[in-house]
């Protein structure tokens, strides 16, 4: 059964403008937020196992565990270095955790942000990897050495796509959705030669359709993605539409709020 | 042209990386060399490219390094290794010889360009109130203490720039002509001449005494006397025999008018060297009208700086002769400053000693009726060097009517 990290909504909010959806006077309804978080929570439990870090106060945004870091093998984490010094306070929370949970905690060099699993995601013996807007390239190559296994670096060139999982998640070992405007041309072309894939239209990733949590044969998408969800559904899936409009407001949405430990 | 060395590292291939970068390049207007490249061999085995980077500017560089550096490529941060002269004379162990290629240091993370670049010498390194200075010192000038640059990490060498497919030059598939139109060839080096004080640079000349022999010393003398000449190496040879022909109108006791010998014609060039010596040197037996025509006088009139180094067949020499080859060569160098342009007629001793000492980033035109003098000068490392296999007479009769009308 799959394990994945949570972090409870209890403090967060929107204080600062660290990306293109970041607006303070666009504030989230707070306990719209929760009720969403909790509705998220619910179905992810029914398909693995939940571990909850606990929310600090200083961190608004730490509920986005996906960027917590990257499970590089059983029992060891590279820990992220964020880019925003408004996220950097969350690190040692996150290693705290780690540690009192039994893991080898990796540090990254100081020069070389890396955002965890928001922007390396597993496909299958290899990993794609999202650069230039938060993670930066040299993290690929780090990461690439604690996993064993070859990062496919992919640039990222629209900044309303930020982290490599805004734009793209793996269906499976060979078919990746991804929207492909948020990528360079040769970023497109590495994706279409290494898998299959199903495209996202632009309205639905302003939806975050790409950020979305695969657990065996179940979707768990952003609401209001009708077109991807049709093309998943065909290839047998269960797409799961979960409201998260108050976490878009921050920049995040079903994936960003979970990272998988196993 | 302003180089650096990059490298990457990582799943480049698979990724589209290296490409990425390489078309990068070359969209900024950068040329580039891949030096070294080694390829993973399975899917998880990263790869690594060592690639060097030439730019037309400095700016173009930094904004082309920026970019791919976005992209992993990692620039080469080494600074240069210092050691210390252990003795007068003596470079430390494992010494960087410099090449007569535009050549940069990195002292302190900073680019710091070596002056006086000149092959076969170290770099000396001192420090100034705004930064670092360095530059080419030859072994005799080492003084012990002095800090020189050992190894190769930190020194980045500019290789030389093609030449222009609009250069008259560029056509001649071999750097030595022979069979190609030598009037068009005295055309282009007239021009290059002309453009060359036109920047405000100055011309070299460096000729050997056949220009004398070959009675091709008047057009020479018309070209000093027009203001095309700044500077002069020659040897005891070119002015004994080139003063010879102003006093005696023999060259090695040849009557240059009428091409025959004449009585006891070899002892003029020694009566020559006797004559100066007793007025105490040649600008002497200008002032004191004793010397009235020839390539020497048309220097010291039109305040050519000359360097007549010595050798050990001279006869004499001449007062003004260097008899100390190292004083001599340090004359050389300190004259060579502000030299855009070197032409070399009809020697081979004296083009190889110039050769040695001159920037590749001069203009070099090496004329010689025998093609090995030009071979030899690139032999020896002065790969910048335009050989033009002529008689020395027709190409001065050329080139001074190209410069200065006809005569």
């Excluded at chain 1, 870091?69 to 290693?95: Q, T």
């Excluded at chain 1, 239209?201 to 209001?224: D, K, R, W, Y």
């Excluded at chain 2, 002309?194 to 010393?217: C, S, W």
Aim: aromatic share 8%; hydrophobic share 40%.
């Amino acid at each position: 059964m799959p394990r994945l990290l949570m972090c409870p909504p209890d403090h967060y909010a929107l204080r600062y403008e660290i990306n293109a959806w970041m607006h303070l006077e666009n504030q989230p309804d707070l306990a719209l937020a929760r009720h969403q978080w909790q509705r998220l929570y619910e179905q992810v439990r029914q398909l693995a196992q939940v571990e909850l870090v606990s929310p600090a106060p200083e961190c608004p945004d730490m509920v986005f565990t996906a960027n917590a870091g990257l499970v590089v093998r059983e029992g060891e984490v590279l820990l992220s270095r964020f880019r925003h010094a408004e996220r950097r306070v969350e690190e040692p929370h996150f290693r705290r955790w780690f540690e009192e949970h039994g893991y080898i905690v990796h540090i990254m060099p100081d020069d070389c942000p890396f955002e965890g699993e928001g922007d390396i995601l597993r496909a299958g013996e290899r990993y794609l990897g999202g650069y230039r807007k938060r993670t930066q390239i040299c993290a690929h190559r780090v990461a690439s050495e604690y996993l064993g296994h070859e990062v496919l670096s992919l640039e990222l060139v629209d900044d309303r796509w930020y982290h490599l999982d805004t734009a793209l998640f793996v269906l499976d070992e060979r078919t990746v959705v991804y929207y492909p405007g948020a990528f360079d041309s040769y970023a497109r072309r590495v994706i279409e030669e290494h898998f299959d894939t199903l495209h996202v239209v632009e309205e639905e990733a302003m939806h975050f359709a790409c950020n979305s949590v695969v657990i065996g044969q179940t979707v768990l998408m952003p609401e209001g993605c009708p077109l991807i969800t049709a093309l998943i559904e065909r290839r047998g899936y269960r797409v799961i539409p979960i409201p998260m409009s108050e976490f878009i407001k921050s920049g995040g949405a079903c994936k960003c709020l979970a990272m998988f430990l196993e | 042209m302003p180089t650096e060395i990059i490298t990457l590292d990582g799943h480049i291939i698979d990724s589209l990386t290296l490409s990425k970068v390489l078309d990068i390049l070359v969209s900024a207007g950068v040329d580039y060399e891949i030096r070294r490249f080694e390829i993973g061999r399975t899917h998880d085995e990263t790869s690594h490219a060592e690639i060097l980077v030439r730019a037309p500017d400095e700016e173009t560089l930094q904004r082309a390094l920026h970019e791919v550096q976005q992209h992993g490529a990692i620039i080469s941060q080494e600074n240069a290794e210092l050691q210390p002269a252990p003795q007068d004379g003596v470079f430390p162990d494992g010494f960087y010889s410099t090449t007569n290629l535009e050549t940069f240091v990195r002292i302190e993370g900073n680019w710091v360009p070596v002056e006086r670049i000149e092959m076969d010498c170290g770099i000396r390194v001192t420090p100034t109130d705004s930064g670092w200075r360095a530059e080419c010192v030859p072994l005799h000038r080492a003084r012990k203490g002095d800090l020189f640059v050992v190894g190769t990490a930190g020194v980045r060498v500019t290789p030389m720039p093609r030449r222009g497919a609009e250069s008259v030059f560029h056509f001649m598939g071999s750097e030595v002509s022979i069979e190609k139109p030598k009037t068009r060839i005295v055309q282009a080096v007239a021009r290059t001449i002309r453009d060359t004080k036109a920047r405000g640079q100055k011309v070299l000349f460096v000729g050997g005494p056949a220009i004398v022999h070959t009675g091709a010393a008047p057009f020479l003398e018309r070209i000093i006397r027009a203001g095309w000449i700044d500077v002069l190496f020659a040897g005891n040879a070119l002015a004994t025999h080139d003063i010879e022909y102003a006093l005696y109108g023999t060259s090695l006791g040849i009557a240059l008018d009428t091409g025959t010998p004449e009585t006891h014609g070899h002892e003029h060039h020694l009566r020559a060297i006797n004559t100066i010596r007793a007025l105490g040197g040649i600008r002497q037996a200008v002032e004191k009208g004793v010397l009235k025509g020839g390539i020497m006088h048309a220097c010291v009139v039109a305040r050519v700086h000359y360097v007549l180094a010595g050798s050990i067949r001279d006869d004499g020499p001449l007062p003004d002769v260097i008899t100390d080859v190292m004083q001599a060569q340090d004359a050389m160098r300190e004259a060579i400053q502000g030299v855009g342009l070197a032409l070399m007629v009809a020697t081979t001793l004296h083009s190889i000693a110039t050769g040695n000492l001159l920037p590749a980033s001069v203009t070099t035109f090496c004329v010689d009726a025998d093609a090995d003098t030009v071979i030899k000068l690139t032999d020896r490392g002065s790969h910048q060097a335009f050989g033009i296999v002529t008689d020395c007479a027709f190409f001065l009769k050329e080139l001074a009517e190209q410069l200065c009308g006809e005569g």
